[in-house]
C-alpha cells in the first residue's frame, strides 16, 4: 500500500490520472517520458502504456480495468509486458491487481493504492525492483504537473482536446477586445510578451498584417543558446474579432498547423480563443508533449501584464 495527499481537489486528481495526454506528463519515475499506447478506461478495457528511459530503452506494461468508479476507485491489472524482462534482466512478478482510490479531504486528495500479488515470492520480486521508490518518484512527478495546472487554473487558463487532431485553448483578460487585438499583432507590443520564459529574447518580430501576408518570431534562449523560429502566413483577418493563420515550428520538419483566434468582449472582458488544428494526431500528440500547454500558459500571463500596463 502507497500513500500521498496531493494539495489539488479530486476532480483535477482524477482527470491528470485518467487523461491519456495528461498521463504523458508525469507518468514515470523522474528522468523518464511515457507514451500512452491505449487507455480504454471502461471495465474490460485495455490500458498499455511505454515508460522509456532517459537512455531510450523502453519498459511496456498493460492491463485490464476491471472496475471504474468515476473520481472514486479504479481497479486494473497489470503486468510487465513482452520485451521488458530482457531490458531489466530480472525474473518478473507476475500479473497482479492494482487497486488505487481517491478520497477528497478538505480540498486536497489523498489517492491509495493498493498492489496484490499472486504470491509472497512475487511480491519480493516486485519489491526487490524498486516498486516503492518508483512509485514515490512518479507521486512526485505527479505532484509537480498538478502545481502547474493548479497554476494555470488560477490565471483562467483551459486546454480542451475536441478530437485527436484539434487542441482548444481559453483564456479571459481584463481587457478589452480591441487592446487584445492591438497587442496580438502590432510588432512593438508582441516583443513584450511573446515567449513566456524569462530566458527567452525575441530578436525578430516580422508581422505582414494582410491575407496573404506571412509572420516570422525568433526567440533567443539564454539559458542553452538556442534559437527558436516560428513562422507562418495570414489566411484571414477581421480586426478586431478573428485571425486565422498557419504556424511552424522552424525546428520541426512538417510541423505546420492552422490556428484560428477569436476574440469576444464582454463587460469590458475579452475572451481569447485559440483553435489550432493539426494535420495527423501523432502531430498533435508531439505539439502537446513539447509542453506547449505551461509554455503558453507563461507567454499568455506575459501578456495580461503587458494589456494591464498599457
Known amino acids: 500500500m502507497i500513500t500521498r495527499v496531493f494539495n489539488a481537489p ?10 491519456p495526454k495528461h498521463v504523458e506528463q508525469w507518468w514515470g519515475p523522474k528522468g ?33 480495468f476491471q472496475e471504474v468508479v468515476p473520481q472514486e476507485r479504479i481497479v486494473a491489472t497489470d503486468e510487465f509486458d513482452e520485451g521488458f524482462e530482457k531490458v531489466i534482466n530480472v525474473d518478473l512478478p ?14 486536497k486528495t489523498k489517492l491509495t493504492m493498493v ?16 516498486v516503492i521508490a518508483g ?12 502545481a502547474k495546472i493548479v497554476v494555470n487554473q488560477g490565471h483562467r487558463l483551459t486546454l480542451t482536446l475536441p478530437s ?41 518580430c516580422e508581422i505582414d498584417l494582410r491575407a496573404g501576408g506571412s509572420w516570422r518570431y525568433v526567440l533567443y534562449d539564454s539559458g542553452n543558446g538556442i534559437e527558436h523560429a516560428f513562422s507562418g502566413e495570414y489566411r484571414e483577418i477581421v480586426p478586431p474579432e478573428r485571425l486565422v493563420a498557419t504556424e511552424r515550428y522552424e525546428g520541426v520538419a512538417d510541423s505546420d498547423h492552422l ?11 475579452t475572451t481569447l480563443h485559440i483553435h489550432i488544428q493539426h494535420s495527423s494526431g501523432e502531430q498533435r500528440d508531439g505539439h502537446l508533449q513539447s509542453g506547449m500547454e505551461v509554455g503558453m500558459n507563461q507567454t499568455l500571463n506575459r501578456l495580461e501584464e503587458i494589456l494591464q500596463s498599457i
Not at 11 to 18: G, I, M, R, S, Y
Open 10 to 19: 479530486r476532480e483535477l486528481v482524477w482527470k491528470v490520472w485518467t487523461d
Open 32 to 64: 523518464f517520458t511515457t507514451r500512452v499506447i491505449e487507455m480504454d478506461l471502461r471495465p474490460g478495457g485495455q490500458w498499455h502504456f511505454v515508460m522509456i528511459g532517459a537512455d531510450g530503452t523502453q519498459y511496456p506494461c498493460k492491463g485490464i
Open 94 to 107: 507476475q500479473t497482479m491487481v492494482t487497486t488505487t482510490i481517491f478520497s477528497e479531504e478538505q480540498g
Open 115 to 130: 498492489i496484490v500479488h499472486q504470491s509472497a515470492d512475487d511480491r519480493r520480486k516486485h519489491e526487490q525492483m524498486g
Open 135 to 146: 512509485w514515490n518518484s512518479s507521486f512526485d512527478c505527479l505532484e509537480e504537473f498538478l
Open 164 to 204: 485527436d487532431r484539434e487542441i482548444v485553448v481559453e483564456r479571459v483578460f481584463n481587457a478589452p477586445r480591441q487592446l487584445v487585438f492591438e497587442a496580438w499583432t502590432q510588432p512593438f507590443h508582441v516583443k513584450r510578451w511573446f515567449g513566456g520564459c524569462s530566458s527567452m529574447t525575441m530578436t525578430l
Open 259 to 269: 490556428n484560428t483566434l477569436t476574440l469576444t468582449e464582454n463587460d469590458g472582458k
